[in-house]
């Protein structure tokens, strides 16, 4: 059975850290662009940060960049999402992806309804809210 299963989310306070972790069953994640996404209440699901199956580069929204990494261990079969100095506003459920096609750039300026249609894997997602 495929899966995408992500776990570390929670409630963290303002300027905390948190770690996501995607672990994949079912299939090889080697051959796979990953993403993080996340969906605020009342909000689109959004591209955060994807990384590449080949060299392992990465693109990551203006939002976070110089406070979250993405990065893959293919050897666990499982990727990651080290948030640092968190806001409110990056209270959201976020989800991992997968998509064998799917460039970086392409796959994180993937919106809505469209990422959801057109990307292969999605995990369940994972709480992660941002308050003191």
């Known amino acids: 059975q495929v899966q995408l299963v992500e776990s570390g989310g929670g409630l963290v306070q303002p300027g905390g850290s948190l770690r996501l972790s995607c672990a994949a069953s079912?299939?090889?994640?080697?051959?796979?662009?990953i993403g993080w996404f996340r969906q605020a209440p009342g909000k689109e699901r959004e591209g955060v940060s994807c990384?590449?199956?080949?060299?392992?580069?990465?693109h990551t929204a203006d939002s976070v960049k110089g406070r979250f990494t993405i990065s893959r261990d293919n050897a666990k079969n499982t990727a990651y999402l080290q948030m640092n100095s968190l806001k409110p506003e990056d209270t959201a459920i976020y989800y991992c992806?997968?998509?064998?096609?799917?460039?970086?750039?392409?796959?994180?300026?993937?919106?809505?309804?469209?990422?959801?249609?057109?990307?292969?894997?999605w995990g369940q997602g994972t709480q992660v809210t941002v308050s003191s």
């Open positions: 990384i590449s199956s080949g060299d392992g580069s990465t």
């Open positions: 079912g299939f090889t994640l080697d051959y796979y662009t």
């Open positions: 992806a997968a998509d064998r096609l799917s460039t970086i750039r392409h796959m994180c300026e993937l919106t809505g309804g469209q990422a959801r249609a057109l990307i292969e894997y």
